[in-house]
């Protein structure tokens, strides 16, 4: 779902948004750098870590996606970033500055953040979703309509044919590009995407992952995907994280040098596998992104 973290008492742009005016520029300057140091969570009455001591450093205005079986802590360790989730130890630094130290409504302004089937409200039309975010920061009408079109339009969809449509009249890719647009809205510096795609079939798939490409292109925010195919952590990362139980890293580096690594073996439980990743590379380039980072 891509969540609306804002509060309409809270009108002013977030450390790591636009001007919250309603016409922030876009694709101006890129991302933070975000790093998770020694990050561990421990849930009550658990006795193992859902991650334990994961460090990991994602570049400004980077993609990095962290790729492992279910349950393995990727999405607890996505959470910290927005503090959705706060780590027993360890500490999650934003261009330097310890998240926890941050007002975490200002904090989350800046970070769009989407799951699997894009979690848009029922009882509001396309452009209402798109456009929450920008409402609940005080944004003036004309400037939320106006960045409420751009969105659309950036993640293919048309704003007066699609913008007066329901949730329920969309298909399931239309439901993430949607999503997505809603997370996109208020200019955020970082995008969170948790298991994004993992509700649509292979080729609409494909269709969202060089969608996700082009639109970080432009917009040069810091990525970071959670997911459990294999192969599309090696299509969307600059960087992939292999992640095994408690977010332990098992491999670290560019697409090429993962795939390297595995050597081509993925068994149904291994962290090669990530439950059977399957599909192939939109545009058939062999799996990577290679030439795109």
Excluded at 165 to 191: C, D, T
């Amino acid at each position: 779902m891509a969540e609306p973290h804002a509060t309409a008492s809270s009108p002013a742009a977030g450390p790591l948004s636009g001007d919250a005016s309603g016409a922030p520029a876009l694709g101006r300057e890129h991302g933070p750098s975000i790093l998770l140091n020694r990050v561990t969570k421990l849930h009550s009455g658990q006795r193992s870590a859902a991650v334990a001591g994961l460090t990991l450093d994602v570049p400004a205005g980077g993609v990095v996606a962290l790729v492992g079986p279910p349950g393995c802590g990727k999405t607890t360790a996505l959470r910290m970033v927005n503090r959705l989730v706060h780590p027993s130890s360890g500490r999650v630094l934003v261009d330097g500055r310890d998240v926890a130290d941050m007002d975490e409504r200002a904090l989350r302004r800046g970070i769009g953040y989407t799951v699997r089937t894009g979690g848009l409200f029922p009882h509001m039309t396309v452009a209402a979703n798109t456009g929450l975010v920008p409402g609940m920061l005080g944004w003036k009408r004309r400037h939320t309509a106006a960045r409420v079109s751009e969105m659309l339009e950036l993640v293919g969809l048309d704003p007066a044919a699609d913008g007066h449509r329901y949730p329920a009249e969309l298909s399931v890719g239309q439901h993430e590009r949607v999503g997505m647009a809603r997370a996109l809205a208020a200019n955020p510096r970082v995008l969170l995407l948790d298991d994004p795609f993992g509700a649509v079939d292979p080729a609409t798939r494909h269709g969202l992952q060089r969608d996700l490409l082009r639109i970080q292109a432009h917009l040069r925010m810091t990525v970071i995907c959670a997911t459990r195919d294999l192969t599309e952590a090696l299509v969307l990362g600059d960087r992939v994280a292999v992640l095994d139980r408690g977010a332990r890293l098992v491999r670290h580096g560019s697409p090429e040098q993962v795939r390297a690594a595995s050597g081509g073996e993925r068994t149904a439980d291994s962290p090669d596998s990530i439950g059977g990743a399957t599909g192939s590379a939109p545009g058939g380039q062999g799996g990577t992104r290679g030439g795109r980072r």
